[in-house]
DNA sequence: TTGAAAGCGGTACCAC
DNA sequence: GTGGTACCGCTTTCAA
């Protein structure tokens, strides 16, 4: 069952395409009559308007663009992405909007923008090695939300989460059990959001007077194995009674190269993660971690993005307030 | 920096528009000389030719649409479709297509494919309860591949994994280890890959002449949390020495379950999943699973669907045969 | 080897 | 209220 034209359907409902056209855009300046028979004929065939022609006519797809970067392969096995990814398509659904998602090993990003495939886009898990990308497609004036910070770019409208107080709240939570040797797993210091994780750290270290001590701070690629090596690195060189791990996707590995060690959680060693990811309270034992609002976050970013592509609001920021969930993995610091 | 349109390169490099289409295409009817200078301009401006007004000429998008029904939310939770949809990217993106996620409250599936903004479609999870959409997707005459057996559909290709097979190798594995009470966790049977899963593992206790107990067989939606009521359930009703759980995610919940009980796996109860998810490997113990090749799905699901489109080849089904992992979470049944 | 013109399926301006 | 027509940015005959 092939889809009519415009023409076809002005044909069927004898009218003018002009008229048709009026339909399908509601326009009031038309006779309810002549409004219900061409609908009717629509309804008959099912037609639907060509996407291709509105978008050349109206100069706007409906899509947005979600773009990870291809480097940033651990954004499609993370839970936490999932969430947001979720949160960004229910709210693009919900707005009429399309998503395109954007994962290019030949990084045709730029090339898609100049296509005007999108009309604006949504950046994941920008760092400091996307700059260049970013710079160039910051020329190209179309519409963008970071859900990330981007060192230097304040120039790019962000929704991004307030790690530096997300790691305080891990970090306090820990001192108040009375640990005072916090080891750490971060991911790479090219996203803000981890930099600014390890600086909540410090500032929580510093306020109770505890010294940082670089070799109990690991940075690491994003993956459970990596979390898994990374733990078993620390028990064999260093002594400390808990750990923050700065997310749940590793905190999973380190878990297990604790009990892979002879060691408990929490009677030895306490663990705090970070994303709050589905399953983390369902795992043995509860994980302790900072809530990131992951899906609401894909939603007010989504949000953002298409305020400024309909030009209802200003290209501003949002930062959201995470929040520790502290469940079994968390207890008072074993005594000596 | 605007996007020029084909008339202003045209001007600028002092030839039609005409000619210039032809160095877009590719074609050869042009001498080198003039390609040359007109790609010249074309780098000089960043020029990319418009996707909306080729569309409409070319009749093609180079779009295709992953289609996750709504109901189907535990898709974006499972580790093992992002596999799948990173396969999928991976492959579209190699051949130059690009993939728009269709993930809609308002059942928008038809609408999308009417206003033709895809050219292809991938059908993910598609159960009984999506038959009627699936046939009016049918008469719309688009390419598409299921990504799970549709019953009654066979004029739908498919790309899916044996599972029929996948569960006898689980099953046989258990019984191998001298287990003859084996418990399942199961997906809803609205997926035929979960009703094959029983199937085979009616068929290794019956080849094993070990009768079925419809008491030890649960069917829940798909999620860490069922997993663990599931789990909790026949632990408090039933008696067994080991289980089968249809997915990982599960078996996740259900280990938990396990251990909140006072009993250890696998000494006390061996557990297979199913999936093979990234993390299966990590946990601990290390899950016993049934790898279903998620990435390796979603690229050859994507390579049928891109041969359709382009008439290269015929419809055509295939399936996948799984294979087992034997890892930490299966062992010998305890002596009694 | 190149260009003029028609046409793809819509929208929008201007008459009537 | 409704229709004629130009036009959006590109591809594709057909002629030169």
């Known amino acids: 069952m092939k889809n009519l034209t415009i023409s076809q359907i002005a044909e069927l409902a004898g009218v003018s395409k002009t008229t048709v056209s009026r339909v399908l855009n509601n326009k009031d300046d038309i006779k ?45 096995s993370n839970p936490f992405y999932y969430d947001v990814i979720r949160g960004i398509t229910v709210e693009a659904d919900l707005n009429d909007y399309y998503t395109l998602l954007m994962y290019s090993q030949k990084d045709s990003y730029l090339k898609t923008v100049r296509e005007k495939r999108i009309d604006g886009l949504l950046l994941i898990s920008f760092g400091t090695q996307h700059i260049k990308l970013l710079q160039e497609l910051l020329e190209t004036d179309i519409p963008m939300i970071s859900l990330a910070k981007v060192p230097g770019f304040s120039t790019v409208p962000t929704v991004s989460v307030d790690d530096f107080d997300g790691a305080k709240k891990a970090v306090s939570h820990l001192i108040e059990q ?8 971060n991911g790479p210091q090219t996203l803000v959001g ?32 990596n979390g898994h090596l990374a733990m078993k690195k620390l028990l064999g060189e260093q002594t400390f009674t808990a750990a923050f791990i700065c997310c749940d996707l590793m905190a999973i590995g380190a878990i297990e190269a604790i009990r892979d060690s002879g060691l408990r959680v929490p009677e030895d060693i306490s663990i705090v993660g970070y994303d709050n990811i589905p399953m983390s309270g369902h795992l043995s034992p509860a994980l302790t971690t900072v809530d990131q609002f992951a899906y609401k976050k894909g939603r007010r970013a989504t949000q953002a993005l298409i305020a ?29």
């Not at 930099?195 to 670089?214: C, M, Q």
Request: proline residues 4%; without cysteine; hydrophobic residues 30%.
């Open 32 to 76: 309810g009559e002549t409004r219900e028979r061409i609908l009717q004929v629509i309804r008959e065939n099912n037609y639907r308007p060509n996407s291709a022609a509105r978008t050349i006519n109206n100069r706007s797809t409906r899509t947005i663009g979600l773009l990870i970067p291809y480097q940033a392969d651990y954004v499609l």
């Open 178 to 185: 009375g640990h005072r040797d916090i080891a750490v797993i």
């Open 194 to 225: 981890h930099a600014e994780r390890i600086k909540g750290y410090r500032a929580v270290l510093e306020s109770h007077g505890i010294p940082y001590r670089e070799e109990l701070v690991l940075e690491r690629e994003i993956s459970v194995e």
């Open 308 to 336: 400024q592509m309909e030009g209802t609001s200003m290209r501003r920021s949002l930062e959201i307030k995470p929040e520790l969930v502290i469940r079994g993995s968390t207890a008072r610091r074993p005594r000596e």
